[in-house]
């Protein structure tokens, strides 16, 4: 029988995993804020999709062979922080602008792509998968079990992705960012670039 309140438990950890403020919820943020509600929600979905997919590899017990595989994650540890410094070097870059130009990005699969290519390419994410599902789950619980656990975290990582979409596209929020768009870049540059170096020098630090 399925216990509820191991899914509780793991919706729990899972919320607090996603919606901790990291490269992820940042990207959202500063693409809804610039470009407005649709290309943040088309980002937000993309990166849910990214780690629906990081979930499906945890739920399937690939995710294990993974972490198991030196070269496997060292290789995707390099992309992710490769990755994570070409954002940085994008938002240095449109810091670098004196004038306030709003962003027309409005292709929808360009934006999707984006979010989809920010998850897909972080190793952290699969790892996380796999220390909620642990927390919740036992050895004794069905694959029926793992794969309803999972399903409502991805359900979870829209609702949470797409909500700081809408949050960060309000009016007000646009604004903000207007008035101070040089110095959030520039943060959101400098934050980048941290993740994306610390990522690359955990990919050759000793296991």
């Known amino acids: 029988m399925f216990d509820f309140s191991s899914l509780f438990t793991i919706a729990l950890a899972f919320i607090i995993a996603v919606a901790t403020p990291g490269p992820a919820t940042l990207a959202v943020a500063t693409i809804s804020m610039s470009s407005g509600r649709k290309p943040g929600l088309m980002f937000g979905l993309g990166l849910s999709a990214g780690l629906a997919f990081w979930g499906l590899v945890a739920a399937t017990g690939l995710g294990a062979i993974l972490q198991a595989s030196t070269y496997a994650l060292t290789a995707l540890k390099i992309l992710g922080g ?19 130009v709003l962003k027309e990005v409005t292709q929808a699969k360009h934006n999707f792509r984006r979010g989809l290519l920010l998850n897909l390419s972080n190793p952290k994410a699969v790892v996380a998968w796999m220390a909620v599902l642990a927390l919740g789950l036992g050895n004794e619980q069905s694959s029926l079990h793992i794969f309803i656990a999972a399903g409502t975290c991805i359900l979870l990582g829209i609702l949470i992705n797409c909500g700081y979409a809408l949050i960060f596209s309000t009016p007000g929020a646009m604004k903000g960012y207007q008035k101070t768009r040089r110095w959030i870049e520039g943060v959101v540059a400098g934050l980048f670039a941290i993740a994306g170096f610390g990522l690359i020098r955990s990919a050759f630090a000793r296991q």
Request: no cysteine.
């Open 82 to 100: 490769l990755y994570l410094l070409w954002l940085a070097l994008n938002a240095a870059r449109s810091a670098s602008r004196k004038n306030s």
